[in-house]
């Protein structure tokens, strides 16, 4: 994504009309719980199409993903058994690393998570990964490196929780540090938002993907 500022990322989430808590701060539509350049008096019309782009959107501005990202992804999921692809997509992208990251309350949003994970941070059984998108197995633990521990990113998060860490996830502390573990692999019912996979799903139903 683009934008990068605070006021930018509450502009998303008010278009959408839903908090994503993957781009961090919470209280987005508080104040202006109505889209940028609209005033609480008017209320929008959307078309079928409008209403399948904007679940799109949530994914991708929730998981920070640009659309051949998020198209990448959604091919995988189409592979191998089971026909409901979204639930296997969400089951991808809860478990990629910078979501986990984020998800075990490391870091008070996916970019965040992002950056721990980029500048060498984040450990998977303890080996450095630095590859954001790598995705996790059941059973993998992840940990964080000692100079993390002092990195404000975390040390904020710590502070403020964004969101409680899921059921597929478990965290506990060991020798004074936090460690997380992959429990499951996540489901629909895991995304942290409004979301109607139906529409998302009718959404790319005609696009070759």
Do not use: C
Request: proline content about 4%; glycine content about 10%.
């Amino acid at each position: 994504m683009n934008k990068t500022g605070k006021v930018a990322r509450y502009r998303i989430q008010r278009r959408l009309g839903t908090e994503l808590p993957g781009l961090g701060k919470a209280g987005a539509l508080e104040r202006r719980p109505y889209p940028p350049g609209q005033n609480g008096n008017r209320r929008r019309k959307f078309s079928d199409f409008a209403l399948r782009l904007e679940e799109k959107q949530k994914i991708r501005m929730n998981y920070e993903l640009r659309e051949q990202q998020l198209r990448r992804f959604i091919r995988n999921a189409k592979t191998g058994k089971g026909s409901n692809w979204t639930a296997k997509l969400i089951g991808l992208l809860e478990r990629r690393l910078d979501s986990v990251v984020f998800r075990l309350g490391f870091a008070p949003s996916i970019r965040s998570a992002r950056q721990l994970v980029g500048h060498g941070h984040v450990l998977i059984n303890g080996q450095k990964v630095d590859i954001s998108s790598y995705v996790l197995k059941v059973g993998d633990q992840v940990t964080l490196g000692e100079k993390a521990m002092q990195n404000q990113i975390y040390l904020r998060a710590k502070q403020s929780p964004r969101l409680e860490v899921p059921d597929f996830l478990r965290k506990e502390e060991q020798n004074g540090k936090e460690v997380g573990f992959v429990q499951n692999v996540p489901g629909i019912e895991h995304v942290p938002f409004s979301f109607d996979a139906g529409l998302f799903t009718e959404y790319y139903a005609a696009r070759n993907v």
